[in-house]
């Protein structure tokens, strides 16, 4: 027997709620996906900086280490420290403090490749990891920033506060073949620069 109007309404209205649900269903699961995505890289970065947190760091330079000792080329870590933070807090308000600290998070990203990847270590504390660059490279990188900072500190009308970055800077394997031996050993280069009178580099020539 032949399927009747009624029937054919039935079976029409069955296939386009199917399709409905289906359509539904992939709609969600995308949206799902793009929540999902934004959650995850929410974790990962600095919201003020948009830079990777601290808590991705210690991974990435073991994973770095790993891939040296295949290939054989050596990669270059920059510590970096806001010199005057405090001073900009204390005299102009944390919300300066906060606009020095996302330019200064812009400036990393400008002076630095691709491959290279940027992180907050703590409150004015920064971490860039070089892979495959040598020392003379490093120092390249690093007076990027520490001119790019400078030239937009001249720009922010700080009332006679000029921020300034200090500047840690070591190599694998020649300052640590660990991440706890290459962390402590930047740290050590950039307080050295710190003592030095701030605004530099230090680690190149490495310190002793």
Known sequence: AGIGGPQLIMLGSQVGATWLLTALATVYAAQERRVRATF???SLTDP???????SQIFATL????????????GFCVLMIDLDGLKAVNDTLGHHRGDEVLRHLGAVI???IRTVDTAYRFGGDEFVVLLPETDIVGAFVVAEKIR???EEVGLTLGLEGIEPSVSIGLVSHPEDGGTVEELMIAAD??????????KNQISGYPRPR
């Open 109 to 111: 990203r400008r002076s």
């Open 62 to 73: 073991d994973q770095e280490i790993r891939r040296t000792r295949r290939s054989e080329r």
């Open 147 to 149: 001119s790019g900072l």
């Open 40 to 42: 995850l890289e929410l």
């Open 188 to 197: 050590r280069a950039m307080y050295q620069a710190k003592s030095l009178g």
């Open 48 to 54: 003020l900086t948009g830079l990777f947190n601290r």
